[in-house]
Every structure is written in structure tokens, then in C-alpha cells.
């Protein structure tokens, strides 16, 4: 990766992995509204709620406990700034789902966050193997600007998608819109298929 | 249905330039809810379920914390939520 006029220029195989409209970023931007929430572990938890058979209310302990698995991955936002090779670890998505057991009607997730944001997904998207509940990037726990201590990862989708300072998933029978969803971001976030913004 | 009259539609007319105005989205946002709330509450204008998740997703947006700078999204957010409050006010 060489750098030009301060941003990365990227390698032929690189550029492959650039999604159309796309530049390639070294640093990871900080980008959210409101303000960095501050959190105390002795009080998080982490709910699973909705069409499910188990609900799950997790402390920061308990959720600690929970297998954890790396994925290596490329992140893309809606920004239009691409980060290569992020390493992040977590908990799979899957796994929540397995423990929460979804009714046969369960087909959506809203994730919610702290300041009232939501981001929403189908379950079949959350549970692909590179999806987590991410507590760690680069091997350390994540920056309270980037989620601390825990954020979604869908890396197949605008980063918008992968909601900072999660604390649950209400896992629904139909698609309810996000927050960014409801005020003219695309529904589904594919940025391979450059799906930024919606007609609203 | 939607409030009619001259104050209704003076208060329609003052949030949209609000809302619209140059300058910060931010500072357009806080200036645009302060007068949907006065139309509120002198019943120039009538809350509706899209008027209200729309006002409570921008004062999420505009959230701060004490020594803290907004977020970058913060005037993007502010930007798109203005404009579908722009769109209910026809309904309130």
C-alpha cells in the first residue's frame, strides 16, 4: 500500500477489494451523532427480546464467558471510506441466536444502541459466520469511539449497519427501519451494489 | 386531519425556513424545534405519529454531553431528519 496525497494508494489486489465509489482509508474515522456514551460494566447488560423462545438478558460477565471468534475482515461505510484487513473478535451472532432460540415467525432484527440508535437486518444476514458482537479490534478492547465496550459487526454491509455501543436485539416477525433507515439511508446497505440511499 | 388557518400555516412557513435556513444543520435543528414546539403547544399545529418519532430521533441526534463536541453525524443527521419533518408538517 503506497500513499498518495495522504491517503493510501492501494495495490491492483487491493483495489479488488474496494467496493464501487469506494477510497481506501489507513486510519479508522470516528463517525456517529450525539455524544461518546460513557459505560459501566457493573451495569451493562445485553437483551435479546421479541420472537424468541429464550429471552436473554446478559451481564458484561456472562457475555464475556460466551465463545469468542476472530474475524479478519474489510469494512466499508457509507462515507465512502474503505479499512482493509480490520481484525476484530467477538462473540458470533449466531451463537446469541442459537441461545435465544427464534420462533419459526422470526425473520428481522433491530439492534439497539445506547442514545436510542437502532440499525435493522434480516436474521439470514446476522447470521452469516463473519457477523459478531465485537468487544475487541486489533486485539485490544474497542475505543468508546468506536463502541466500547461492544458493537455489531456485519461486515457485508455499509458500517452504518454495524451499530456501535449495542446493548440488544429485538428480534421481530417483520423489517422495522433503522434510525439512518427511516431518514433516507438504503434498507438493505450493500456497497457492492452501491445501495447508500433510498428514495425518501 | 391537518390544523388549517393562518397561524397554522404561519407556523408551517417560520419552521420551514428554519429548517431550511444557511448555516449549521445543528444550530437550523435546534432553532426549527423550538418553534415546532411553540406550534405545539399553542395548538398552531397538531403532533402526529410521524412528527413525533422524527422530533424524538433528532433531539437523540443533537444529544451532548457535558464537555463533550457533537458527533460528525450529528449535522447529517440533522439534515435528513429536518427534511422528513419538513414533509409532516403538511399533516399536523
Redesign the interface.
Known sequence: MERLFGRPRPSDDEKRRIPPGQYLTGKWP?????????TDLSTWDFKVWGEVERPLDLSWDAFRELPHTAVHCDIHCVTKWTMLDADFEGVSVATILDLAIPKPTARFALAHCE???TANLPLDVLRDEDVLLADTYDHEPLEPEHGYPLRLLVPKRYFWKSAKWIRGLQILDHDAPG??E???YHNEGDPWKEERFSER | MATTGDLAERAREEIRRLAEARGHPTDNARLALDRLDQAFAAGELQRTPRLDEAVGDLRLALLQDEGQPLGGKSAEASRFILRAIVRGLEEA
Open positions: 470516528v463517525l456517529h451523532y450525539g455524544s461518546v456514551p460513557r442514545q436510542g440508535y434510525f439512518w427511516r431518514y433516507g
